[in-house]
């Protein structure tokens, strides 16, 4: 089983500063598209930020509840498994409290480190029913003590090309599709 969370705080900006970055209409839905489609169990926006807990939160219902789940069934079922966290600890807790032990946190990066393990691996993994909690990272990427705090981080993906510097929504698809994607 895979959840994944999408995490506003903490990343790092351009300059490697820890911020908090906003959370945007786009990434909500291009990432909770990308989830239904390939299985995922659970998408969590995290962000401390209370108007940007609002405004996720009004996102989300309206394509839940109000005149987006009615223009639009797909979107609405996308939508059934995106939910918003205040904090990394908060959504860690959520496991507990559901009387679930922590899932095998995984980090994503455009720069690899010495904890990455291949996708080949962490997919066996998935298929042989190991439950995993796939972090992306805003902003520049999460900030260097959510990656010492994982299990393990999957390797960048990209091209041949040096520059790396994909969206969110577009590394989260890749990832999605090597991990879980229909071989």
Not at 59 to 66: P, V
Request: aromatic share 8%; with cysteine; glycine share 8%.
């Amino acid at each position: 089983m895979l959840d994944i969370a999408l995490v506003h705080y903490p990343v790092c900006n351009a300059k490697n500063e820890i911020i908090g970055s906003a959370v945007t209409n786009l990434d909500i839905h291009d990432l909770a598209r990308a989830a239904r489609t390939y299985g995922v169990a659970s998408y969590f926006v995290v962000t401390p930020f209370a108007d940007q807990q609002k405004l996720a939160g009004e996102i989300i219902d309206h394509w839940r509840h109000g005149y987006g789940a009615r223009h639009n069934p797909d979107r609405r079922e996308a939508f059934s498994i995106v939910s918003v966290c205040p904090t990394l600890d908060d959504l860690y807790a959520h496991y507990a409290a559901k009387g679930q032990k922590l899932p095998v946190t995984v980090a994503t990066s455009a720069r690899g480190h010495e904890k990455s393990q291949d996708f080949s691996i962490i997919r066996q993994r998935l298929l042989a029913g190991e439950h995993f909690l796939l972090l992306f990272g805003t902003a520049s990427g999460l900030a260097p003590e959510v990656m010492a705090a994982v299990d393990v981080i999957l390797p960048p993906v990209g091209g041949k090309e040096a520059y790396n510097h994909l969206s969110v929504r577009s590394a989260c698809s890749i990832v999605l599709d090597r991990l879980l994607g229909v071989r």
